[in-house]
């Protein structure tokens, strides 16, 4: 019992952590800081340097030439599916819902293409079995498990409940991994003579690549959601802030710092 309260206070303050670090390393914050600073200083000089800073700050980050370049260092290229090829299992990665308690519903948020396009690559006989991979990833609501309602939701769309597994224990990228191989070698003894395909957003793969690969699960990559499209010079890129791009570098930051906490903690090599 008391290792169990361990592991779940660790898991609450790593949760904590990782939200205070998405917030200080987000350029939002930067500007925020900036102009509050300028706000509140009675010296002109460095009223000045403040505001000049953040707009500086602003530019840099707004620019979508820069977001994509950064963005196009994360992202991992597809396999290409042939037409007459099919895998085994699509491993879909969760972190794509909320959950709505008032109204007691889901809501999907950016990264639903990772369920989406699974769900084609099934009806098209590219897919035998989806195993949709995720646990409670809100301390509020624990016994909430995102793998459960994603599987119920795809079912009610049609799909067959036999062709649906789920994992119901991860709260974490490491953890899908982990727990992933467990109902892989319940359901499939001889998975890794399988084929598999890994689906979740493109700027996640290479984390979630990088945990697989260290459980031992040989897996193809499919990313979704993807953001960098073909490199284009154009003066909207360059030129114009866009308030997306901003967006971009946020979600750069994360994996990036992601990466290297893995790393760290040796959940990937």
């Known amino acids: 019992m008391r290792q169990f309260q361990f592991l779940f206070y660790f898991w609450r303050m790593f949760f904590i952590i990782s939200k205070i670090l998405s917030f200080l390393f987000s350029p939002f914050t930067w500007i925020a800081i ?8 009675k010296v002109p000089e ?6 000049i800073i953040s707009c500086a700050i602003f530019l840099v980050f707004s620019n979508e030439f820069l977001a994509e370049e950064v963005i196009r260092s994360l992202e991992v290229e597809n396999v290409k599916i042939t037409e007459k090829e099919q895998y085994d299992v699509g491993i879909v990665l969760g972190g794509m819902i909320k ?12 990264n639903i293409d990772r369920l989406l396009q699974p769900m084609v690559l099934q009806k098209k006989g590219k897919i035998k079995k989806l195993l949709i991979s995720g646990g409670s990833g809100d301390i509020n609501f624990p016994e ?8 119920k939701f795809v079912c009610e769309l049609g799909f067959d409940s036999s062709d649906v597994w789920i994992e119901t224990k991860s709260r974490n990228t490491h953890e899908n991994a982990l727990f992933t191989k467990e109902v892989l070698q319940n359901k499939l003894p001889d998975y890794n003579s399988k084929k598999i395909l890994l689906i979740t957003s493109a700027t996640h793969m290479q984390r979630s690549l ?14 979704t959601s993807k953001l960098s499209g073909p490199r284009n010079l154009t003066y909207q890129k360059i030129l114009i802030p866009n308030i997306y791009a901003v967006h971009a570098w946020e ?10 906490t893995y790393k760290f903690a040796g959940y990937i090599d």
Not at 144 to 151: D, F, G, V
Request: aromatic share 16%.
């Open 99 to 110: 959950y709505d308690a008032r109204n007691d519903r889901i809501i999907f948020n950016n």
């Open 144 to 151: 909430i498990k995102e793998a459960a309602l994603l599987q």
């Open 34 to 41: 900036g102009i509050i600073y300028a706000l509140f200083t």
């Open 46 to 51: 460095r009223k000045k340097k403040s505001l």
């Open 210 to 223: 990088g945990c697989f690969e260290k459980e031992g699960v040989k897996v193809s990559p499919y990313g």
């Open 251 to 260: 979600i750069f930051f994360h994996e990036t710092i992601g990466l290297w």
